[in-house]
C-alpha cells in the first residue's frame, strides 16, 4: 500500500508540472513582447519614423558643481522640451550611486511642452572629483539619454 501511495503522489506532482510547463506556451501566431516597446514609442505592428516620435532638447546635458565641501547637498535641475511630434513619456530617471537622487516630471508632455528634471548630489562621505551619471528612459529614439554632474569634494580643515 505505500507503494501505491507513493507513485500515486509522484503521479499526481508530474501531472501538475506537466500542466504548468504546456499552460506557459505560446501559440505560433503570437509575436514575442520585448521591452523594446515598452521603453519606446514604437510597437510590434507600426513602427514610428524618428521624426514623428518625441524627442529631447536639453538646455544643458552636463553640469560642474565647481568646487563643494564636503558633507554638502547640491542641487541642479535640467530642463528640457519636447521637440518630437508624439507625447514624451518618462519611464525611468536612475543614477550611478545613491549619492545622487533625481526627481523628475512625471506627466507626458506634448510638442512644445517642458519639462525639468532635479537632481541632489550629497557629497556626504566624498572627497576629490566626483563625476555622476543620470540615465533616463523614454519613449523617445534612442530611448536612454545620460547627464552628467561633477564636482570637486574637499574635505575643510
Same mark, same amino acid.
Given at each position: 500500500?505505500?507503494?501505491?501511495?507513493? !507513485?500515486?503522489? /509522484?503521479?499526481?506532482?508530474?501531472? #501538475?508540472?506537466?500542466?504548468? %510547463?504546456?499552460?506557459? =506556451?505560446? &501559440?505560433?501566431?503570437?509575436?514575442?513582447?520585448?521591452?523594446?516597446?515598452?521603453?519606446?514609442?514604437?510597437?510590434?505592428?507600426?513602427?514610428?519614423?524618428?521624426?514623428?516620435?518625441?524627442?529631447?532638447?536639453?538646455?544643458?546635458?552636463?553640469?560642474?558643481?565647481?568646487?563643494?565641501?564636503?558633507?554638502?547637498? !547640491?542641487?541642479? /535641475?535640467?530642463?528640457?522640451?519636447? #521637440?518630437?511630434?508624439?507625447? %514624451?513619456?518618462?519611464? =525611468?530617471? &536612475?543614477?550611478?550611486?545613491?549619492?545622487?537622487?533625481?526627481?523628475?516630471?512625471?506627466?507626458?508632455?506634448?510638442?512644445?511642452?517642458?519639462?525639468?528634471?532635479?537632481?541632489?548630489?550629497?557629497?556626504?562621505?566624498?572627497?576629490?572629483?566626483?563625476?555622476?551619471?543620470?540615465?533616463?528612459?523614454?519613449?523617445?529614439?534612442?530611448?536612454?539619454?545620460?547627464?552628467?554632474?561633477?564636482?570637486?569634494?574637499?574635505?575643510?580643515?
Amino acid at each position: 500500500m505505500k507503494i501505491i501511495g507513493k !507513485v500515486w503522489s /509522484t503521479l499526481v506532482v508530474l501531472v #501538475v508540472v506537466a500542466s504548468f %510547463l504546456t499552460s506557459c =506556451s505560446t &501559440s505560433g501566431d503570437s509575436k514575442p513582447i520585448t521591452t523594446e516597446i515598452i521603453q519606446n514609442s514604437k510597437s510590434l505592428n507600426d513602427k514610428a519614423p524618428v521624426g514623428e516620435m518625441p524627442q529631447f532638447e536639453f538646455k544643458e546635458t552636463e553640469k560642474d558643481l565647481g568646487m563643494i565641501l564636503e558633507g554638502e547637498q !547640491v542641487i541642479h /535641475t535640467f530642463k528640457y522640451k519636447n #521637440v518630437g511630434k508624439g507625447t %514624451l513619456v518618462i519611464s =525611468s530617471v &536612475s543614477s550611478t550611486c545613491g549619492c545622487t537622487v533625481a526627481d523628475f516630471s512625471k506627466e507626458p508632455l506634448a510638442f512644445g511642452e517642458e519639462g525639468s528634471i532635479e537632481v541632489m548630489f550629497n557629497s556626504e562621505g566624498r572627497q576629490g572629483v566626483q563625476d555622476k551619471v543620470i540615465t533616463i528612459l523614454a519613449n523617445t529614439e534612442p530611448n536612454r539619454i545620460e547627464l552628467r554632474i561633477k564636482a570637486n569634494v574637499v574635505v575643510p580643515k
